[in-house]
């Protein structure tokens, strides 16, 4: 009998590529994809695929219990966003659970989840077990290098971007001549980057961290071909993410685009 694999997932290509790793390894792949949130391809992905309303944290937890999942990974973005948008109603579980925080950080939010899901016999794997060959090597991964100026801003920028991780504000920050651009907060990295950027007039340095003693389980620093896009829209000249603990998909793809557009890509490790 193979093994089960649930896996929770929110927006962008994470949630895919988990589970086709997870599948190579044995699991079988039950999905609980979380609407309006998870790609409608997930389902060519898995094994089987139940879709769930992302407010109704009950039903996720029943879903995995029905389908009898001991272990779990939950993958892909869930905006902090959703709590202030009318269109999610919360169910009475999820309800309880908020009213549990002391605060509504990242951190407080979901350790609260973690909590409840293995209250109820469901094991939360760190992700990289499921995506080791995504991590972010160390060193510069695309043949245009930094600037002397430039790596001036990516050691400026790890130091403020690794501040605000363990404030648990953000993970990412837009710097330029060393000065801070923009910070990530509620709005994500890629709407930071759109900001900071502008503000920058161009050839800003995009720097992404983990927290301090990240959690591996969740909250996973991830680039996708969307934060590209989002720098070449404001000229942005290079973007440096934490080596072996950022999580880089397709980046065969990211490199190549990086290239045409002149970004430098760089697995820092501070």
Known sequence: MKKKLGLIAGMGDLPKAIASEAKSQGYTVIAIALEPLADKSLSSYVDEIKWVNV??????IDSMKNYG???????????KTLLYKSKITPDLRAVKLLFSLKDRSDDSILLAITSEIEREGIN?????????TLLT???????????????????FGWKIAKEIGRL???????????????????EGTDEAIKRGGKLSGGGAVVVKVSKPNQD??????????????AMIEVGARVLSVEAKKTLLIDKEKIIEESKKAGISVVGYAG
Do not use: C, Y
């Not at 272990?71 to 869930?78: C, D, E, I, N, R």
């Not at 939360?124 to 080791?132: E, G, R, W």
């Not at 648990?168 to 509620?186: L, P, S």
């Open 55 to 60: 407010g109704k944290f009950g039903k996720i």
């Open 69 to 79: 999942i001991k272990k779990a990974v939950l993958a892909g973005k869930v905006s």
């Open 124 to 132: 939360l794997l760190n992700i990289t077990h499921f995506s080791s």
């Open 137 to 155: 090597p160390q060193g510069v991964l695309t043949k245009k290098s930094p600037t002397s100026e430039e790596w001036k801003d990516i050691a």
């Open 168 to 186: 648990d504000i953000g993970q990412t920050v837009v710097v330029k001549n060393q000065a801070v651009m923009a910070v990530e907060a509620i």
């Open 216 to 229: 591996m389980r969740f909250d996973v620093p991830v680039v996708g071909l969307n934060t590209l896009k």
